[in-house]
């Protein structure tokens, strides 16, 4: 099964745009012809700066040739997450190994059913080692191991600092 560390892996992984589909306005101007120069670039998202609550929002909705369908595949969820592999590092500023920026995960939501309705739980860090599940008006004590091999929709982390 894919960890939420595979996810922000292709999450943040360099693609390729389609060929010639971005407009170079330096190599434009070096032509000197008045004509437009595009080429073939490259993207990649990552994160400027992390935030002292992170939410991670799995997809778990695809879109299939008859409409919308629930990905049912469970993601596991790592209690302490590093962030500093999806980071701009600092410009200018080369190290061989960035500072660990450090989470630990407080709490996800869970989703139950499909795309035409269902039922959202969620379960919540109370402190280092207990944990609560809430579903409408009921909460109940659950062992960490219920909250690992849930099949997260969202999942909250704090920051360690």
């Not at 959202?120 to 599940?133: H, I, K, L, P």
């Not at 009921?138 to 360690?160: G, P, T």
């Amino acid at each position: 099964n894919p960890s939420i560390y595979d996810c922000l892996d292709v999450f943040t992984a360099s693609e390729t745009l389609s060929e010639a589909s971005y407009i170079c306005i330096n190599c434009t101007q070096a032509r000197g012809d008045g004509e437009i120069a595009r080429t073939q670039a490259r993207k990649r998202v990552m994160v400027k700066e992390c935030p002292e609550t992170l939410t991670i929002h799995l997809k778990r909705f695809a879109a299939t040739g008859r409409g919308f369908q629930k990905v049912g595949k469970h993601v596991k969820i790592p209690l302490q997450l590093d962030m500093a592999p999806y980071t701009i590092p600092s410009f200018g500023k080369v190290e061989e190994k960035p500072e660990p920026i450090l989470y630990s995960l407080s709490g996800i939501v869970v989703h139950s059913g499909g795309m035409g309705g269902g039922h959202y739980v969620a379960y919540t860090r109370r402190d280092s080692d207990s944990w609560f599940y809430f579903s409408d008006r009921h909460f109940k004590d659950v062992r960490e191991s219920s909250v690992l091999n849930a099949q997260a929709y969202v999942c909250f982390y704090k920051r360690v600092w």
